[in-house]
């Protein structure tokens, strides 16, 4: 009990302590905080004076007391206690503007000593030498960036000895600076190979690029080893992953022989990779070896097939259908024969250099041991609008796995999509199932026209009125699409193009218009090329091969002819019923056989097939 002003107050002890204690602690608190504040007062402004004292004495030449102020803060920070967690972003920085200060004058020098052959004044030299590890150290990674121009041509070697001749007796920079000049000789010896390999490196062209490296690693020492051996590194981990992912493309279209060249090249670059020693091993099963071959080549042409043989010989029969094409499983019975018969296919363009746009240089067929070389055309793949009513693909389409197929409407009036309804998903089967029956995952040429379709597609205004004709003269309902449509028609059939290239299918013209070439004149011609460079060789891109319609082939040395290599075509191919090729004036000419219904009743292509054999009983006896 206590008394106040007369009054007696009853206290609780123990919580008025408390009371005191938390009122002691936090006046000890606001002590701490205030001298924490002046000691962070005093600091800064400490720190403050740092850069004017730093400018000022590199303003008055005084070097040594600039050095010193470098030092003594560079000192702070390097001997730091590790358990100390103050905050040094004051240090820090005024560290970096004292460099930079610095930096910025011995830039100057250096520019004008390079491109106006300055020669430094005295006073250039105090300062150089004055401030001694701080200029120093710019000044050695500036001649070794400089060694490293001369290696890779963007400097001469008069001007890189000049520098050296200003600056190799700085008594901060000589113990760098001579023995690198004493490498010049040996840097230039190395220049020619090592802007070899640099340049195939920017270029992706890795494998080479390490080779160009690794010889120079082994002809030379000291500065080009070194850098040489940085770059080779370099190189490495660049290209690891994008030549991977080549090689696991190679290997998922069936480019066996690629592969393996590539494989081997990287499993000597990268010997302890597991997954390069297993994909090769892949490789290598799926390879034989190879050898030059002399003989004829065969050239098989077929037009898109029949799909459906109820609409095509019972429904909706006309002779044409029968007389021209062959049916699904004919063409898939002939593959089976050829394959039986040892014949591989290979792209007839690796037959010709086309380098040159003068001249072609003849090309040595490559073939594995024991096989056949073949070339198979798939002629006027465009779909004209009327075989859809005969049993025929209307289009073409990706599935939903990115395989191209076919289209087509069945005998009940159901549309089909399936890879084994056209030629090109049938043979892309035939390959899956025997790789061997490709030479490096080539399939075939398919030759395109463009007057009403690319695929089925009209990618052009051009050809509504075509396609329209001849809608109406099968009595079918006419077409009108927009520029809109006309688009998503070119992106489509765009990416069905990409599909087929990269998987071994090549393309070919076949004229705009199928037109029987060499019974047309060179206007005609010329205004046929034209249209199809513009609607069909925007969407295909580069195209040296021409499939003649009809076999109507056009003499190499006639104007017309002459004109057509002008435009890119310098692979030919006529019609013959005889495997039969030959290299002329700056073009190489092929004939092809077709292989329709009425070729499969009246021509012997027994070298081929057994006609009974493949044969299909849905067409009409005759």
Not at 26 to 43: N, R
Not at 237 to 249: C, L, W
Not at 457 to 464: E, I, P
Request: glycine share 6%; net charge negative.
């Amino acid at each position: 009990m206590m008394e106040f002003g007369g009054h007696s107050v009853s206290v609780d002890k123990p919580r008025s302590i408390a009371m005191w204690v938390l009122i002691g602690l936090g006046i000890a608190s606001l002590i701490a905080m205030f001298a924490i504040m002046i000691f962070v007062s005093k600091d800064t402004r400490r720190l403050a004076g740092v850069m004017p004292g730093f400018n000022e004495a590199l303003e008055k030449r005084d070097y040594a007391t600039a050095l010193a102020m470098y030092r003594d803060m560079n000192d702070i920070i390097i001997n730091r206690d590790p358990g100390d967690d103050s905050d040094f972003t004051g240090e820090y920085e005024i560290l970096t503007q004292m460099e930079a200060t610095v930096n910025e004058r011995v830039r100057s020098i250096e520019d004008k000593i390079r491109y106006d052959r300055y020669t430094p004044t005295t006073d250039d030299i105090a300062f150089l030498e004055g401030l001694s590890e701080l200029t120093g150290a710019r000044m050695t990674i500036w001649l070794n960036d400089l060694c490293e121009e001369f290696l890779l041509g963007t400097i001469e070697k008069p001007t890189l000895m000049f520098i050296f001749d200003q600056l190799e007796g700085l008594s901060n920079l000589s113990a760098a600076a001579k023995p690198l000049r004493a490498e010049v000789d040996q840097i230039e010896m190395s220049r020619g190979d090592m802007q070899s390999a640099e340049k195939l490196f920017a270029n992706e062209q890795y494998v080479e690029a390490v080779e160009y490296y690794e010889y120079v690693i082994e002809t030379s020492e000291g500065f080009v080893n070194d850098f040489a051996k940085k770059r080779l590194e370099d190189c490495k981990e660049e290209m690891y992953q994008p030549m991977m992912k080549i090689a696991d493309h190679m290997l998922a279209n069936f480019q066996y022989y690629s592969a393996e060249k590539l494989l081997s090249d990287l499993a000597r670059i990268f010997p302890e990779d597991q997954i390069i020693q297993s994909n090769l091993y892949m490789a290598t099963s799926n390879t034989y070896p190879v050898s030059k071959y002399t003989g004829s080549v065969e050239v098989i042409c077929v037009k898109p097939l029949v799909a459906d043989t109820k609409v095509a010989f019972e429904l909706n029969y006309v002779a044409s259908t029968d007389s021209y094409y062959l049916t699904t499983s004919e063409f898939r019975a002939i593959l089976e024969s050829l394959y039986e018969k040892g014949f591989c296919l290979i792209d007839p363009t690796s037959m010709a250099d086309l380098s040159n746009t003068g001249f072609i240089n003849v090309q040595d067929i490559v073939i594995p041991q024991d096989k056949k070389p073949l070339v198979i055309i798939l002629e006027d793949f465009s779909y004209t609008a009327t075989r859809g009513k005969l049993g025929m693909c209307q289009r073409l389409v990706l599935n939903d796995v990115g395989q191209v197929c076919g289209e087509y409407t069945s005998a009940a009036g159901q549309t089909v999509v399936s890879r084994t309804s056209e030629a090109i998903g049938i043979l892309d089967a035939f390959v899956e199932e025997h790789p061997d029956f490709s030479y490096n995952g080539v399939k075939g040429v398919i030759s395109l026209t463009g007057y009403q379709s690319v695929f089925g597609y009209v990618t052009d205004a051009d050809q509504v009125d075509d396609r329209n004709n001849a809608l109406e003269s099968a009595g079918m309902a006419t077409i009108s699409p927009t520029d809109k449509e006309i688009e998503t028609n070119r992106a489509t059939v765009l990416a069905i193009l990409d599909k087929l290239k990269d998987s071994g299918w090549m393309l070919a013209s076949s004229t705009y218009g199928f037109i029987n070439a060499n019974h047309c004149e060179i206007d005609t011609i010329k205004n046929d090329t034209e249209k199809w460079l513009d609607q069909v060789g925007t969407l295909t891109g580069p195209v040296s091969m021409l499939v003649y319609p009809n076999g109507d082939f056009i003499r190499g040395s006639d104007s017309r002819c002459v004109y057509l290599k002008d435009q890119g075509f310098r692979i030919f191919f006529g019609v013959g019923p005889s495997p039969y090729f030959t290299y002329g004036d700056n073009y190489l000419y092929f004939d092809r056989c077709m292989l329709t219904g009425d070729t499969l009743r009246n021509v012997d292509y027994s070298r081929l097939f057994d006609k009974d054999e493949i044969y299909d009983s849905a067409r009409k006896k005759s």
